[in-house]
């Protein structure tokens, strides 16, 4: 899994974010953020952006983020990949995440990320 790269990912949620802010920051002040979670605040605040939309998206966010922290943790260095052929490390980010086991980490992640994507989708494309 690609937690910045991958659906509804850190950067699916980042572009949301830029996007609003490219649209709408010359009205809105709060938009001029370099922090996406402030940025996606302020898009709800500007009713730019659905409450639930916002909380999704800032879910997922957040899950990439710490999951990347913890991979960083295990590995001794930067990766956005979860590791997928190393039961150990992957294992490892489980338990330093604090899940029960790895398919709970997974399915988590999984739905989160589907979730923040649905939004991506509808915010970008008008998909519903």
Same mark, same amino acid.
């Given at each position: 899994?690609?937690?910045k790269l991958?659906?509804?990912? #850190? +950067?699916?949620v980042?572009?949301? *974010?830029q996007? @609003?802010?490219?649209?709408? =920051?010359? %009205? ?7 922090r ?5 605040d302020a898009?709800?605040e ?15 966010w957040? #899950? +990439?983020?710490?999951?990347?922290? *913890?991979?960083? @943790?295990?590995?001794?260095r =930067?990766? %956005? ?7 150990r ?12 086991g ?7 992640y999984?739905?989160?990320t ?6 991506v989708?509808?915010?970008f494309?008008?998909?519903?």
């Amino acid at each position: 899994l690609h937690t910045k790269l991958g659906p509804g990912g #850190l +950067a699916d949620v980042e572009w949301v *974010a830029q996007l @609003l802010q490219l649209q709408h =920051a010359h %009205d809105v002040p709060g938009l001029r953020t370099t922090r996406t979670l402030d940025a996606l605040d302020a898009a709800v605040e500007a009713r730019l952006l659905d409450a639930d939309d916002a909380e999704v998206l800032a879910e997922s966010w957040c #899950l +990439a983020t710490r999951i990347r922290g *913890a991979v960083m @943790l295990v590995r001794g260095r =930067a990766s %956005d990949l979860l590791p997928t052929d190393h039961h150990r490390e992957r294992s490892a980010v489980t338990r330093v995440l604090g899940y029960p086991g790895t398919g709970d980490l997974l399915e988590d992640y999984r739905r989160c990320t589907r979730r923040a994507r649905a939004v991506v989708d509808r915010v970008f494309y008008g998909a519903d």
